[in-house]
């Protein structure tokens, strides 16, 4: 197979405090957040790391959380010195830091960006203080404002914000008037998705009351992709609209089944070689993934990608893409041909869920795009 774009991702696993929606890999703060030593574990990881690149150049590099504007500009500088010291990174590489505006002090944003972060992801998730209660979220809107006006001020010209519709007792109009609110810090990308009640979070256990049905939901996202449409925002992903060509580099080379790199606690990584394609993930509880580098021992699970689990693999990215995929993509990132990709498209083309392009590739249709999950799912392997 021939060399893949790279990406790297880096995990940062603490937040203030927990919100009862999230399921990602994130630890309340407090005394078991060892930053110094945290870091430590990074940069041996990173070591590594460095080591499963064997030379190749770095397009992005993203710092996720939980919340990486818990740590101080400093910290971050020291953490992306390291990755410039350890990697070729390209010289124009999209570098993301997430930040919730809970965390960022007035005036962080600027030793941020001199650290080396030229992208910025700010956890907004509403301008409406009453549904930012109701997510358990510790901002507020009006800090939601300050973060933006501090990064601008700073010199960010590279930002996105997320946010959340679907959320409880949240009728058309009011998920409408805060994407509008939105709109009008007029970030370069938006991340608009909907609340989801996923397994193991308080939500899930406890559902919040007065949830949107699936009727409001489907209103609220078509009106809202008009609305973004006209002011100017490319939708590119199921979630995800861009103005003037700003895309998230390093999600789209999730998407398109690129490889990336992976350090921090939990964080899962995905490496193409000559002859297959491997998935890993680091220890998931920050004491252990400590623990485990500082020992110096093998600090990834690592599990070769099935030639039966390969497609499934593929679509479960690719398909997010409004866009869709070429043929010549498909056969280049997973090592089958056309024929196994025709094979793999026609019941869901008979389903109506994908379509062909005019350049001989694939896209979901509306109603695919509308029941991703479920056309994801058709690409399942068989078991016998």
Same mark, same amino acid.
């Given at each position: 197979?021939?060399?893949?774009?790279?990406?790297l991702?880096?995990?940062?696993?603490?937040?203030?405090?927990?919100?009862?929606?999230?399921?990602?890999?994130?630890?309340t703060?407090?005394e078991?957040?060892?930053?110094?030593?945290?870091?430590?574990?990074l940069? /041996?990881d990173?070591?590594?790391?460095?080591?499963?690149?064997?030379?190749?150049?770095?397009?992005?590099?993203?710092?996720?959380?939980?919340t990486?504007?818990?740590?101080?500009?400093e910290?971050?500088?020291?953490?992306?010195?390291?990755?410039?010291?350890?990697?070729?990174?390209?010289?124009?590489?999209? /570098?993301?830091?997430?930040?919730?505006?809970?965390?960022?002090?007035?005036?962080?944003?600027?030793?941020?960006?001199?650290?080396?972060?030229?992208?910025?992801?700010?956890?907004?998730?509403?301008?409406n203080?009453?549904?930012?209660?109701?997510?358990?979220?510790?901002?507020?809107?009006?800090?939601?404002?300050?973060?933006?006006?501090?990064?601008?001020? $700073?010199?960010?010209?590279?930002?996105?914000?997320?946010?959340?519709?679907?959320?409880?007792?949240?009728?058309?109009?009011?998920?409408?008037?805060?994407?509008?609110?939105?709109?009008?810090?007029?970030?370069?990308?938006?991340?608009?998705?909907?609340?989801?009640?996923?397994?193991?979070?308080?939500?899930?256990?406890?559902?919040?009351?007065?949830?949107?049905?699936?009727?409001?939901?489907?209103?609220?996202?078509?009106?809202?992709?008009?609305?973004?449409?006209?002011?100017?925002?490319?939708?590119?992903?199921i979630?995800?609209?861009?103005?003037?060509? !700003?895309?998230?580099?390093?999600?789209?080379?999730?998407?398109?089944?690129?490889?990336?790199?992976? $350090?921090?606690?939990?964080?899962?990584?995905?490496?193409?070689?000559?002859?297959?394609?491997? !998935?890993?993930?680091?220890?998931?509880n920050?004491?252990?993934?400590?623990?485990?580098?500082?020992?110096?021992?093998?600090?990834?699970?690592?599990?070769?990608?099935?030639?039966?689990?390969?497609?499934?693999?593929?679509?479960?990215?690719?398909?997010?893409?409004?866009?869709?995929?070429?043929?010549?993509?498909?056969?280049?990132?997973?090592?089958?041909?056309?024929?196994?990709?025709?094979?793999?498209?026609?019941?869901?083309?008979?389903?109506?869920?994908?379509? !062909?392009?005019?350049?001989g590739?694939?896209?979901?249709?509306?109603?695919?795009?509308?029941?991703?999950?479920?056309?994801?799912?058709?690409?399942?392997?068989?078991?016998?």
């Amino acid at each position: 197979m021939k060399r893949l774009p790279l990406s790297l991702y880096v995990h940062l696993p603490w937040c203030a405090r927990k919100c009862p929606y999230c399921d990602f890999n994130s630890h309340t703060a407090g005394e078991h957040m060892q930053k110094r030593r945290y870091l430590d574990a990074l940069l /041996i990881d990173l070591g590594h790391e460095a080591e499963r690149a064997a030379g190749r150049r770095v397009e992005t590099v993203f710092l996720g959380g939980g919340t990486p504007s818990l740590f101080m500009p400093e910290e971050i500088d020291r953490l992306l010195r390291g990755v410039r010291d350890m990697f070729e990174v390209a010289a124009d590489a999209e /570098i993301t830091m997430e930040a919730n505006p809970g965390t960022v002090e007035c005036g962080s944003p600027a030793g941020y960006l001199d650290a080396g972060v030229n992208r910025l992801s700010i956890g907004g998730q509403s301008l409406n203080d009453d549904a930012l209660r109701r997510l358990g979220r510790i901002h507020s809107s009006d800090d939601v404002l300050r973060v933006v006006e501090a990064a601008r001020a $700073a010199g960010f010209d590279n930002l996105n914000i997320d946010l959340m519709h679907g959320l409880p007792g949240q009728d058309i109009d009011a998920a409408i008037a805060d994407l509008r609110a939105v709109i009008a810090l007029e970030p370069e990308h938006i991340s608009w998705y909907q609340l989801t009640l996923e397994p193991n979070t308080v939500f899930h256990a406890r559902p919040p009351p007065a949830m949107p049905d699936d009727d409001t939901i489907f209103e609220i996202e078509q009106q809202g992709a008009v609305v973004l449409g006209s002011a100017g925002y490319r939708q590119y992903e199921i979630s995800a609209f861009a103005r003037d060509d !700003r895309a998230c580099r390093h999600n789209v080379n999730y998407w398109l089944f690129g490889d990336y790199l992976a $350090a921090g606690a939990g964080a899962h990584g995905k490496i193409t070689t000559c002859a297959e394609v491997i !998935r890993y993930r680091k220890p998931t509880n920050p004491l252990q993934y400590m623990v485990t580098l500082e020992s110096h021992t093998a600090a990834a699970d690592e599990q070769a990608v099935s030639a039966d689990e390969i497609v499934f693999e593929f679509m479960l990215n690719a398909l997010r893409l409004k866009e869709g995929f070429s043929e010549a993509l498909f056969c280049e990132r997973t090592g089958l041909d056309g024929r196994a990709l025709d094979r793999a498209m026609r019941p869901a083309e008979q389903n109506r869920l994908v379509e !062909r392009t005019a350049s001989g590739g694939w896209r979901p249709t509306e109603m695919g795009s509308r029941f991703l999950n479920d056309l994801q799912a058709s690409f399942l392997p068989t078991r016998t």
